[in-house]
Structure formats: C-alpha cells, structure tokens
C-alpha cells in the first residue's frame, strides 16, 4: 500500500525510511535508520526527481504509481549517482519506457557503467544553470560537484523556489511520519546525526561545499528537499549556517572534547583528571569519548563541532594505540582543521605515543598542538598530576575571553537591541500602488479604544504614504518568515521597486490595503489620529479598525531573527578585510569605512557595521 506525502499543491514525497539497515555505506552505525527521499512534481509534464535503495523499492513504486495515477513519467532527473539514490533507475525506465533521463556530462557515463538499459537514447544532458520547462515549473540545474560525487547536481525549481539538494542538507535517520524539520524536535533530537552525516559523508569536501553556498546564496530558498532526512521549508538560516561552519572547518562551538585510548584505566583515569580540572577552571560542557567503545564517526562529528580537542592514549606495540591511530587517520582523511589539541601519552617504559600523536596531528592544517603535554608511566603520579594541571590551564588560556565592553560612550547602540523588538510588515497603499517594508516598532497604546503606535523611517516610501492616506496595516510576522521576505520588503525602496511583483501570500482587509496571509500570525488595520516628528522619524498614534488572528504561529522577534533567520556574516574570502552590516549583511570591502557610509541594502549607517579580517 502506497504511502506518500504532499508539500505543496503539486509535489509529492514518494520516498521511504529503511530501520533495519545497521551500518550506512556498510561504515556508519545508523540506530535510528534512514530515509530514502525521492520526489514527484505533477506539472503539464510529470517528474521525478531521484530515485531509492534497493531495500526500500517495492514501497517506492507503490507510491510512484499511486502518485502518478496512470499518467506517464515524462523525466526522471538524477542528481546523485550513488547507488542508495539511483539503484532503482534501470526498474523506472522499464516500467516507464517513454521517460527521459536528465543528467549532466558525468552523470550519463556512470549511467553506462551501472545499468544495460539504451542510456544515450532516452537521456538529456544538462549543463550549468540549463533550465528544463514542464508547464508552470521551470527547473535550473546547478552543478555540486565532489559533494560528494563528481557528478552530482542540485536542482532548484524556479516556480516555487524549492531546492532538491542532493545529498547536501541530509542526515541519518527515518522519517516518523513528520516529513517536515519543524515537526520534530530537530536541535535535540536530529541535530547530532545531521552533524555526523555532513562530517564524515561530506566533510573532506569542506571547499566543493563552499562553492555551492556561494551559488545557493545566489537563489531565493523557501523549501530544500534532500536525499536523505527531513525537509526544510523554516529556519533555513539557521540550517545553512551549520553548513557555513562545518565545511570552512570552523568549530561550532567553544568546547573540549576528550579522546582517549586505555587498557588498564590509567590512561583513562588522566583524562578524567584533566576533564575535572577544566571544569574548575570554568569550562563547561566537557565531553569524553573512549575510543574502544565509540564508533570513530561520531568522534569525527564531536571534533567538528568543537573548538579544542584532548587525545590521550597508551603506547601500544610502540605505536599509538590502534583505535587511537584508526580516529586520528579519519581525522586527516576528513581534513579537519583550524583547532587547538592537547596530547597526552602513556607507556610504562618505552612511551612513543605523545610523539607519533604530533606528527599525525601536525600533518592537518591550522592545528595549534599545545606544548604543555602530559606524560605517564603507567599511572598518574604527583608530577603528572601537575602536568595535566599544566594542560589545563593552557587549554583554558587558550579559550575565548569574554568580549570586553567598551563603556566610554555614555549612549552604547548595540543596548537598544537588548528591548523585546518585533517585527512587522508594514503596508500601505496610495491609488493603485501598493507598497509595504519592515518595522520593528508597533505597540499597543491603550485596550479600550484600541490604539497602536508606529515610528517609520522618513526615508521610507510608506511614511510618505500614511502622511498622505492616512491609514496602514500592519502584519505581525512569525518565526517561519524566510530571510527572502526581509529583502523583499527590508533591503529595497518602493520609490523604484514593485514589492509585491510575484510576491502571492497576500489579501486585502476592508480598507483596502493588503496583508500578509502566510508569514504572519494576525494583522492590524488602522487609521491615523495624530503624528509626532522626531528628526528621522514620524511616530503614528492610530486607531485600530480592524485585527484578525491567523494562526498561531510564534511572533519572530529581534533576537529570533538575527540568531535564526538571518545568514551570518561571511566574506567571499577568509583573507578579505571589511566591514559587515550587522543588520543586513552586506559586505564592505576595504581597510577603513566613510564615517558617513550608508548601507546600500538596509540604509543603516556605520554604527551597525563589525570589522571582519
């Protein structure tokens, strides 16, 4: 019996999740399984967007059927060779013998290698940015090459501004039912294996994966649709931005992770020493790992994730110990970087471990090996207590310091964005134009009368407007709102922009303007009473005339938006000095700034502009 579920009007998840599989790519252990995703866009044209596993392909055609319902398949579009996505490719072709398979110039090779079916007459090769038209979705094919194959491609679908990624965005794991990443409890639940997943499926490909941010930086993203694990269509940002990290091998987080390799317990017990004195010093969230017990893939996940990394092992066979030499080798093979280590050795009379660790780890890049190392003959005596003191301490001043607060200005701006700031759309509408931009200051007044305040921008094209109309709405705006509707209604003028060209998620109220009717969990329609000038801006003082709740969607604050919603800062190049708006992002070249330099996207001035480099 088919099993499938719908995202939007016309696509379909046709996938299925496998729970029995123990190791993924016959390495990885998966206990919580994993998914197969393959996609159905029913357009004038119908199309499928990869295939599945073997395991997983009687449920697959079931579902491919039932969605198809005795329509033919006209394209079947491999984005990924790897055969737990296209095993199933040569059993679609025979049961739809009309379909077109769609490819780029390394993939219809690997096509010839892995099947017997006539691939040059039923393929169509794509290249970089090629556009193929089905009716009213128009895809773009956009190369992902070495993530993690040479062949693969990502697709982004024009019309509904959906990206099927590949094997870019996925995670270990089964799909319960909850398709979307905003059903479950991703961060504590799913974060770990999407973690382990990029680091040691993709993670050597640190650079390949920064290549293709760049181009997805490019496109407006509302949904990604991976191979593997759930879809994405809320915090998009928030996702990308683990990617920003893992693959510029940035630690994500400023935090000690403790391998160790031990026979007898002494080598153990020195790291539990170690990991106690750290946490004297005020070092939280110390992690362990035994390197017998623990699969080297999630050790590879944790030193990704964290800034500093502890290796302790015994001398085994004059060599270090051989599940320590397994995860240092997947550590080099997995180009970590960029990470502070402290090295502890054991070995009760000849011990050689310390120093074959050092070389292993001198052989990565950017990998500041501490001097203070411990060393131990056996067990750990008075003087080594004091060496793993030593290490301590040196991992401790090694640590970020607390950012110091400059208070020699008797007005700090970065206090204001301590207030619980909102944020709004703000529209208008003089004749037949309709215009609209983002606010962040609308309060309620008073509850008996209803009455709301609003401060806008005179820059603004609707502070104009409400002088001239008197009247606005206001659309308060949830948690789900994508960075692109920021943009929209934030980064442009209405004076030479139509914000609303293209832009469907809206509906009128009785006075006529238009309000967001996705993004936003109610709206507030008024009329103006009184204005007060305040140099750059006019404060509105209006009634309410009409509101309306429309979901129960969380309201997106200031701090949701910038820690969530918004992409951090990154410069094209790691080497490249500049300043980076704080608001917006966008990126100012150079040694110093005007002082009278304002933001081209956002308007803000260079108050709200960071150094980077």
């Not at 197969?36 to 055609?61: C, G, I, P, R, W």
């Not at 074959?356 to 500041?368: A, P």
């Not at 709206?523 to 000038?533: H, I, Q």
């Not at 410069?571 to 708006?581: I, L, M, N, T």
């Amino acid at each position: 019996m088919y099993c499938v579920k719908k995202l939007q009007e016309d696509l379909y998840w046709v996938g299925a999740s496998d729970r029995r599989l123990a190791l993924f790519e016959n390495i990885y252990p998966i206990s919580r399984g994993v998914s197969y995703n393959a996609y159905v866009v029913l357009d004038e044209k119908t199309v499928l967007m990869d295939t599945v596993d073997h395991s997983v392909s009687t449920q697959f055609f079931e579902n491919l059927e039932h969605v198809l319902n005795g329509r033919p398949l006209d394209y079947l579009v491999v984005n990924h060779m790897e055969p737990d996505h296209c095993a199933t490719v040569e059993e679609v072709v025979r049961r739809y013998p009309g379909v077109t398979v769609v490819g780029n110039a390394k993939t219809i090779p690997m096509l010839r290698n892995f099947f017997t079916f006539d691939v040059d007459s039923r393929s169509l090769e794509v290249k970089e940015f090629d556009t193929l038209c089905t009716g009213k979705h128009t895809f773009t094919f956009v190369m992902a090459t070495m993530v993690h194959w040479p062949e693969a491609m990502v697709t982004y679908d024009v019309t509904t501004k959906t990206l099927f990624s590949a094997d870019a965005f996925g995670t270990f794991g089964a799909l319960n039912g909850n398709i979307f990443a905003d059903e479950v409890n991703f961060e504590t639940e799913w974060l770990d294996d999407m973690r382990r997943y990029f680091t040691n499926i993709v993670g050597k490909y640190g650079t390949q994966v920064q290549a293709l941010l760049k181009k997805a930086a490019t496109i407006e993203i509302e949904m990604i649709c991976p191979l593997h694990g759930p879809v994405w269509r809320k915090n998009i940002g928030w996702f990308i931005d683990k990617y920003q990290h893992w693959s510029r091998y940035q630690p994500e987080e400023n935090a000690v992770m403790i391998a160790y390799g031990s026979v007898y317990g002494n080598t153990e017990n020195a790291a539990t020493i170690l990991a106690n004195e750290l946490a004297d010093r005020g070092i939280r969230n110390v992690v362990m790992y035994d390197v017998s017990v623990t699969h080297p893939s999630v050790i590879v996940a944790e030193a990704f994730r964290c800034s500093h990394l502890v290796f302790a092992s015994t001398t085994y066979n004059a060599n270090i110990f051989a599940n320590m030499e397994t995860v240092l080798t997947d550590l080099q093979h997995h180009n970590l970087q960029n990470r502070v280590v402290g090295i502890i050795q054991n070995g009760s009379w000849a011990p050689t471990s310390g120093q074959l660790m050092r070389e292993c780890i001198s052989s990565m890049k950017n990998m500041t090996i501490l001097d203070a190392q411990v060393n131990i003959l056996s067990s750990v005596k008075d003087a080594q207590r004091q060496q793993l003191e030593a290490l301590a301490d040196a991992i401790a001043d090694s640590m970020p310091k607390p950012v110091v607060i400059d208070h020699s200005q008797q007005i700090e701006p970065n206090a204001m964005f301590k207030l619980s700031y909102g944020l709004f759309v703000l529209t208008t509408k003089d004749g037949d134009k309709d215009n609209g931009c983002i606010i962040n200051t609308v309060t309620q007044l008073t509850d008996v009368k209803k009455r709301v305040t609003i401060a806008v921008n005179k820059a603004n094209l609707s502070h104009d407007t409400i002088l001239k109309t008197g009247v606005f709405n206001v659309s308060v705006l949830t948690q789900e709102a994508p960075f692109a509707l920021f943009q929209r209604f934030g980064f442009h003028s209405g004076r030479d922009t139509d914000k609303f060209e293209g832009f469907a998620c809206t509906e009128r109220s009785e006075n006529g303007l238009v309000y967001l009717n996705k993004y936003a969990n109610s709206f507030l329609s008024c009329k103006v009473t009184e204005t007060y000038d305040y140099d750059t801006h006019t404060l509105f003082v209006a009634d309410v005339t009409e509101a309306r709740v429309l979901n129960n969607e969380p309201s997106i604050t200031y701090a949701y938006y910038f820690d969530n919603t918004k992409p951090k800062p990154q410069p094209a190049d790691p080497e490249q000095k500049g300043y980076v708006c704080k608001i917006c992002g966008y990126f100012y070249e150079g040694e110093d700034i005007p002082a009278d330099f304002i933001c081209p996207l956002c308007k803000h001035g260079v108050a709200d502009f960071e150094k980077i480099g």
